[in-house]
């Protein structure tokens, strides 16, 4: 069935380095993929999204891979600052489909 | 901020009774969702609104349902609460289509007791 995993769910990051967060799906239907940041007590925050016929894509600070060959999804956040410290989710989608499949997610934490 | 706003923010109910909780979606966005999250869980799928008629459904018993209004507003109403029902109730709004950002309120904590 549909499902979203996370390979890691924690990470610890030391301030300034770079922090990878991986995710696999299982839907090969999937055609949109979307990460979101939580922080404590808050809704999640949509960071970047990648479409399925593209294999990367690039923000502020953030970049999302995608290899649909091996269903797997991945965030990297360069230079990491404490603001990044967060719980983050990958959430998949079906074209015609509004509903977001998310995982369990991965708790960044950043060491000063 | 996302322009996504639910109410109550907290609320406590006991078990049996029924509550209402409430969104206001981004201006312009007609399609609104709902999403049930379990303590260090994600979110999960309650279902969604689109111009004011249930468009998908999670798999959720009955006893959830919901109202979208013209103005795209929506309620999300769970009646015979039980203890399980305690979680984050979080609202995500949309423009209609696939593939449009998806974006989400503050979410409103609920507690069952």
């Known amino acids: 069935g549909e499902s979203v995993g996370l390979h890691l769910p924690t990470l610890s990051v030391q301030e300034g380095d770079n922090s990878i967060i991986n995710c696999a799906y299982s839907n090969s239907a999937s055609d949109y993929f979307i990460w979101y940041k939580q922080e404590s007590g808050k809704g999640p925050q949509f960071i970047i999204d990648?479409?399925?016929?593209?294999d990367k894509r690039q923000g502020q600070r953030v970049t999302v891979l995608l290899n649909k060959t091996v269903k797997h999804l991945s965030l990297q956040i360069a230079a990491t600052q404490p603001g990044d410290s967060a719980v983050y989710f990958c959430a998949e989608n079906i074209s015609g489909n509004e509903k977001l499949t998310f995982g369990t997610g991965t708790r960044l934490t950043i060491i000063p | 901020e996302t322009g996504v706003t639910q109410s109550p923010t907290h609320l406590i109910k006991t078990r049996g009774q029924q509550v209402t909780l409430r969104c206001s979606s981004q201006?312009?966005?007609?399609?609104v969702s709902w999403y049930q999250q379990a303590l260090g869980q994600g979110p999960q799928f309650i279902f969604q609104?689109?111009?004011?008629?249930?468009?998908g459904r999670g798999n959720f018993p009955p006893r959830f349902s919901g109202l979208q209004f013209p103005n795209y507003s929506s309620e999300l109403n769970v009646n015979a609460l039980e203890l399980d029902d305690s979680a984050l109730y979080l609202c995500a709004s949309s423009l209609g289509g696939s593939g449009n950002t998806i974006y989400f309120g503050e979410g409103s904590w609920l507690t069952v007791v």
């Open positions: 609104y689109y111009r004011e008629e249930e468009n």
């Open positions: 201006s312009g966005h007609n399609t």
């Open positions: 990648i479409r399925s016929n593209m």
